[in-house]
């Protein structure tokens, strides 16, 4: 098989159903807002209830009950406002509602010197992460871990800040922390499989995201990941087929396509790429602009190795890389 070379762009730009790392955990709906004015004149709960309030919170935030996670967290709030357990709880859900922003100002509320402490930092991390601002990023998940070694969403943050640095060993290490202290969660399993796909280790990659579909089949992540290492291991047929979810035929051809580029095999890029257009009932553009980057990248190798050795050689038969 010809070397796999993988562009930092192109893949993210260009997939339909992008491969991703999964952000750690929390659910994705988006209910009414948490509460950000408390009023102070509440009776406040006794610990034992407390105890019992925080936990269903956490319940409904690893259930995805982010309506019931919120309703919730407005009751006890107004009880107890300023309680750093809670005001955790409230960044994570923030988190989790894609409200990035606000849940690093509700972390920041969070005293260093508090049980609460590492898990904010930990919540702190993600959000900077998500914000785009890798070394604040990095120095909040270290505090974290360091704080308290069990939080594998920070272990699992660590990862895929490595992953964009391409420090392949960090990453690796992360990653087998956020396994261990999570039980081999199946985002952890993912994440991990992701970084060896990028990296080019495929069959490990594909061991990693299998793993991962058996702990949580409904994974999309995973099963997109998985799709584009069958396809770069040229298994188009499998990478391309529908399962038996709802899934777009039109984005399977399209990234069977985008894979067949990745390894040099520009004229079944081509091919699938055409059938992705037609599986569309209007313009694929995703599509177009990859069947015109694999037709560009053929020409291109066909100049080279004409040049290297005086005559045009046949196509798709090298690999290429940026």
């Known amino acids: 098989m010809a070397k796999i070379l993988f562009p930092a762009a192109a893949c993210v730009l260009l997939l339909a159903a992008t491969p991703v790392a999964a952000a750690g955990g929390w659910g994705r709906a988006k209910p009414a807002a948490p509460p950000s004015a408390l009023p102070a ?9 407390r105890e019992a309030t925080a936990l269903a919170i956490e319940t409904a935030l690893a259930e995805d009950r982010l309506v019931d996670a919120s309703s919730l967290l407005g009751q ?3 009880a107890n406002g300023g309680d750093p357990r809670l005001l955790t709880l409230l960044g994570e859900t923030c ?16 005293p260093v010197g508090d049980p609460s402490a590492p898990r904010a930092r930990q919540g702190e991390g993600l959000a900077l992460s998500a914000l785009g601002r890798s070394d604040a990023a990095l120095q909040a998940l270290h505090a974290a871990v360091a704080g308290d070694p069990r939080l594998w969403r920070a272990w699992n943050g660590l990862g895929r800040e490595y992953d964009r640095r391409h420090d392949w060993p960090a990453a690796e290490d992360a990653y087998a922390h956020a396994l261990d202290a999570s039980g081999r969660d199946a985002l952890a399993l993912n994440n991990r499989g992701y970084s060896r796909l990028l990296q080019g280790r495929l069959p490990e990659a594909s061991t990693d995201l299998v793993a991962a579909l058996e702990k949580k089949p409904d994974l999309a992540a995973a099963r997109n990941n998985l799709r584009l290492v069958l396809a770069l291991r040229g298994d188009y047929a499998r990478a391309s087929s529908r399962g038996a979810g709802g899934d777009d035929p039109a984005a399977l051809l399209n ?21 992705a257009g037609k599986a569309r009932s209007v313009y694929y553009a995703r599509a177009g602009e990859n069947r015109r980057l694999a ?3 053929k020409a291109q190798d066909q100049r ?16 290429h890389g940026n």
């Open 41 to 49: 004149s509440a009776p406040a709960a006794d610990p034992a209830t």
């Open 76 to 78: 006890a709030l107004t």
């Open 95 to 110: 988190l989790a509602r894609g409200d990035a922003q606000a849940a690093l100002a509700t972390f920041a509320r969070v």
């Open 255 to 275: 990234n069977a396509g985008f894979a067949a580029l990745l390894r040099g095999d520009y004229d079944t890029a081509v091919a699938l790429l055409d059938q």
């Open 295 to 297: 037709l560009s990248l």
């Open 304 to 319: 080279l190795d004409g040049a290297a050795a005086g005559a045009p050689a046949a196509s798709g038969q090298v690999g």
